[in-house]
């Protein structure tokens, strides 16, 4: 009698295997995550006080929001912004994990000056992008928008939400 509560358990044991290798396997599809336009935001020259861009902007100001940023996007324009709003100026640091385009990270203290910039930072890299001094906002754009512009510490940003 065990022997054959145990042989009708392996041939149980095998169909079953089997029939979930042979089971036709789900693909996980997911929708890119599109661009929200949520307000505007202008960048100045310090010496001139010039206007050098005018962004579109999403904003990120909740934990999900600023821990996701532009993860699992395709990109963006080259009109259009991510702006990270911390609510009070502390050391931040970034990295590139799970995103796929490079970025130029403008760091901005909490009187809208920019502090610090990183450029050209590589997708998918998990190295840390600090923010070297204490900032509040953090502006990520397409790579290369800091050297068009001519983007400099002292150069300041003003936003307004939709």
Same mark, same amino acid.
Request: hydrophobic share 40%.
């Given at each position: 009698?065990?022997?054959?509560? +145990?042989?009708?358990?392996?041939?149980?044991?095998?169909?079953?295997?089997h029939?979930?290798? /042979?089971?036709? %396997?789900k693909?996980? %599809?997911?929708e890119? !995550? =599109?661009?929200k336009k &949520?307000g505007?935001?202008? $960048?100045?020259k310090?010496?001139? *006080?010039?206007?050098?861009?005018r962004?579109?902007i @999403?904003?990120?100001?909740n /934990?999900? &929001?600023?821990e996701?940023?532009?993860?699992?996007?395709?990109?963006?324009e080259d #009109?259009q912004?991510m702006?990270? $709003?911390?609510? *009070?100026q502390a050391? #931040?640091?970034?990295?590139?994990k799970?995103? @796929?385009f490079?970025l130029?990270?403008?760091?901005?203290?909490?009187?809208m000056t $920019? =502090?610090?910039?990183?450029?050209n930072?590589?997708?998918?890299?998990? =190295?840390?992008?600090p923010? %070297? +001094?204490? !900032?509040?906002?953090v502006?990520e754009v397409?790579a290369?928008? !800091?050297?068009k512009?001519?983007?400099a510490v002292?150069?300041? !940003?003003?936003?307004e939400k939709q």
């Amino acid at each position: 009698m065990g022997y054959f509560k +145990v042989t009708c358990f392996f041939i149980f044991g095998c169909f079953i295997l089997h029939s979930c290798k /042979d089971a036709p %396997k789900k693909e996980i %599809k997911t929708e890119p !995550v =599109a661009f929200k336009k &949520e307000g505007e935001l202008s $960048v100045f020259k310090a010496a001139s *006080d010039s206007i050098i861009a005018r962004l579109d902007i @999403e904003i990120a100001d909740n /934990d999900y &929001e600023t821990e996701t940023g532009l993860m699992y996007r395709q990109g963006m324009e080259d #009109h259009q912004g991510m702006l990270f $709003v911390f609510p *009070d100026q502390a050391m #931040h640091s970034f990295y590139m994990k799970n995103t @796929e385009f490079p970025l130029d990270i403008i760091f901005i203290k909490s009187d809208m000056t $920019v =502090a610090s910039i990183q450029e050209n930072a590589q997708p998918l890299s998990q =190295a840390s992008l600090p923010s %070297k +001094v204490p !900032v509040q906002y953090v502006l990520e754009v397409n790579a290369g928008l !800091v050297g068009k512009w001519g983007l400099a510490v002292g150069d300041s !940003v003003t936003y307004e939400k939709q």
